[in-house]
């Protein structure tokens, strides 16, 4: 199948700023871009390999449109650096502090924002703690949270497959990996559930430096079986203050892109005959659907921020030292330069997990999370189906991320193992009426305890 096909054929709409090829920077925060970015990529690539954009109102940076150019940014570290206490219009105030880019793109000490020896040494305590997960016990923690969270909703027939599963989902195993206890947990939860929808940015970023404070203190005397106890005894030697650092990235860049990665790999399946047709059949694969997600709608869609060392020519895209440099990892896949062929051939090959120095260091537990979430869900409601056409899905405003609003589905009601109490089940279905359902206080005051308490009944 030709990825340039479908709803990405569709041109910018009359009037729209990415027409305006030659002026002002084209802004990508709107719902505009959000609606149909390819039709953006497509106006952009006009610029050449990099395009003047902004990533929020004010904002400028130059996104990088082209396969190659791409690679070359993300694989060159002695032109290209991470620290973003390079970022020239930030340090000489033209960014306000409340702007939308700064949560993303300003500076913090963590493995994201740093370059060479420093880089190396909170990477490899990330990596090697990582690579230390069980991938069986990862499955079966999975297939729990699955039959947890179907519990839930099951018995009404339908749900919201984003907000009362991908999200919950994504959250829930994390906090597995990262050994929390109860309260911390629920805390956690509900500070990444806040800041990703916009509810109370500034209560939900205290709440998430509070529980992995928290959680941090705690691991210090409680150590265990987790990424956290094992990014502590790492040789790096990570104070308590790089240890929150490296916590709520991992957090943030685990949950986030998971949660859309399971509702894209969803909405895929259960819209396209080539998969849906294949749950009970001869279809493609689950992992099949992913690869195609990260080729035509990766999760993260623009981001990898670099900042040129020194004034570099991009391939014709003159680029200034200190000035952002955004990678499009979904306009890169959807290069026109790449042939549909290459996809075929080499799955692998997109850049939805990144590449060089700063390639996603979980990449091989986000696809087994990713995948056991799906295959459970299917098996557990064989007969699942949208709700509405997939083409009037909301997709999120944002220049970051691809990310679907909501992910409505209908099924026969079901029951599952170890259903949660009637009651409780009852009013979370009355208070999920048009609310989303991460939005709320979960079971017994907080999702994570409420899982942990079901699982030990």
Known sequence: MDRHTDHHSASPPPGCPAHQVGMAPVPLWGPDFAADPQGFYRVLRQYGPAAPVEVAPGVPANLVTDYAAALRVLQSPKEFGKDSRRWRDFNEGRVPMDSAAVPMMAYRPNSLFSDGAEHLRLRQAITDSLGRIDSHLLTRHVERVSTYLVGQFGDRGSADLLNEYSKLMSLLVFNELFGCPPEIGDQLISGMSGIFDG????????????????????????????????????????????????????????????????????????????????????????????????????????????????????????????????????????????????????????????????????????????VTAIEKLLNQLPDVELSVAPESLTWRPGIYHRALATLPAHFTPVVTERPFAAAQASADASEHSGRHAAGRRGPKGGWWSGFLNWWRE
């Open 199 to 370: 509810v109370d940015p500034e209560k939900s970023n205290r709440e998430i430096l509070e529980s992995v404070m928290a959680l941090v203190s705690y691991k210090r005397t409680h150590p265990g079986q987790d990424v956290t106890s094992w990014m502590m005894a790492h040789p790096a030697q990570l104070s308590d203050e790089e240890m929150m650092h490296q916590l709520v990235l991992l957090g943030g860049a685990g949950s986030e892109p998971t949660r859309n990665l399971i509702a894209n790999g969803l909405l895929l399946i259960l819209s396209d005959e080539r998969y849906f047709g294949g749950v009970h059949g001869a279809g493609l694969l689950v992992e099949d659907a992913l690869d195609e997600v990260m080729w035509n709608s990766p999760p993260l869609a623009n981001y990898g921020v670099h900042y040129p060392l020194h004034d570099v020519d991009l391939g014709g895209s003159h680029l200034r030292a200190g000035d952002p440099v955004v990678i499009s990892f979904a306009a890169a896949n959807t290069d026109p330069a790449l042939s549909s062929a290459r996809q075929q051939v080499s799955k692998r090959a997109h850049l939805g997990w990144s590449a060089g120095p700063h390639a996603c260091p979980a990449k091989d537990p986000a696809q087994l999370i990713a």
